[in-house]
């Protein structure tokens, strides 16, 4: 059921009249009534999509400023969640009582809430809510647990929807165009369309024989490749680092599958290659950037964002509470997953905000 979510997930991201429906999916894997997608960019309004029950309340919070700057809206947007938590913990009893948005959600039957904050490698940000009935009580582990592995298709998804801005792209050579990052479609391997963009990341990408493409950096490109071949047998979203001194400024190349309508609006493409940067704004700092980037946990988060501030492994593990052990665990998870091996290298990729060249 996971794998099937993922792939709509991925066709709404590029036809967002799809969005009320997998948000609809989402919610029934948690044991949810409801669910939102909210988008938040820098000087720009904000933009959403409910399932088909909360469109209308969705369309009257994006345009009525007491509902938008409600009491949980602005703690989230504050907090800014990596996982899914549970709202309510956040706010008082008085709070919850008297915040508008809730009050008009206990009006239409919802009571708890569970949100998470993606933080997008482009600036914006993407906020997932979701909420139960009131009948049936608050989230349980069982409920945060299929969230937060949904949560890295979530955040890819994300990152297609924010740069087309909830737009529906019409053919291929349009997509591209609106993705304003560098990116190119794949078929079988060999690259079918690729954007202006795309062509000009000659310290990035690589042309190979018979129309492949390679990553410039070796290691990265052993990962590159690897990514190319499983994904090929196991439709799965990855995201992996490029940071070797070829390539420049770090970056990451999202190997995203096309399934279902996006298949068919990409004329028949099976992948998707989207490089990204990381790209601070006043809504994501740098460090925040790569919850969204490379499926850090919370903990990891965390230690990821001591290191950055210029702690040692050792003082941060104080801060935290935690064994050295237990950090040093934590550290050797988040050099897995961001393709680094020194911590010297992983505080660089943190504290990198440089954005490609357009």
């Keep these: ?135 049936d009580g608050g989230y349980g582990p069982e409920h945060f647990a299929i969230l937060d592995g949904l949560r890295p298709d979530l955040a890819r998804a994300s990152l297609v929807a924010a740069r087309l801005g909830l737009e529906q792209a019409r053919g291929t050579v349009d997509a591209l165009a609106m993705m304003r990052l560098p990116a190119a479609v794949l078929s079988r391997g060999k690259v079918k369309a690729a954007n202006h963009l795309f062509e000009r990341q000659g310290s990035i990408f690589a042309p190979t024989a018979f129309g492949g493409v390679a990553i410039a950096d070796e290691e990265s490109d052993r990962l590159f490749q690897e990514a190319l071949r499983a994904t090929a047998a196991e439709p799965r979203a990855r995201s992996l680092p490029v940071h070797g001194a070829s390539a420049g400024s770090p970056a990451v190349v999202h190997v995203l599958p096309l399934r279902r309508g996006a298949h068919d609006l990409f004329g028949g493409g099976d992948l998707l290659v989207v490089a990204t940067a990381i790209s601070a704004s006043a809504l994501v700092p740098s460090p925040t950037i790569l919850t969204g980037l490379f499926d850090l946990t919370q903990s990891e988060v965390r230690l990821a964002t001591a290191l950055a501030k210029g702690l040692s492994l050792k003082a941060a593990a104080e801060e935290a509470g935690l064994r050295f052990s237990t950090v040093r665990t934590y550290l050797n998870r988040i050099f897995r997953k961001t393709g680094t091996n020194q911590q010297s290298q992983l505080v660089a990729l943190l504290k990198s905000a440089h954005p490609l060249q357009h």
């Design 1 to 135: 059921m996971t794998a099937e979510i993922a792939d709509e997930l991925y066709e709404a991201a590029f036809i967002p009249e799809k969005w009320p429906s997998v948000l609809t999916r989402v919610a029934d894997a948690a044991s949810s009534t409801g669910g939102a997608l909210f988008m938040f960019t820098d000087g720009a309004p904000a933009r959403g999509k409910a399932v088909p029950a909360l469109q209308p309340l969705m369309e009257e919070f994006l345009a009525d400023d007491s509902l938008r700057f409600s009491t949980a809206a602005a703690r989230m947007s504050a907090v800014q969640p990596a996982s899914f938590v549970d709202v309510d913990s956040f706010l008082t009893p008085q709070e919850i009582a008297e915040d508008p948005a809730r009050i008009r959600l206990r009006a239409l039957g919802f009571g708890a809430h569970a949100c998470a904050a993606i933080a997008l490698p482009t600036g914006e940000v993407a906020m997932y809510v979701f909420q139960r009935a009131l009948k």
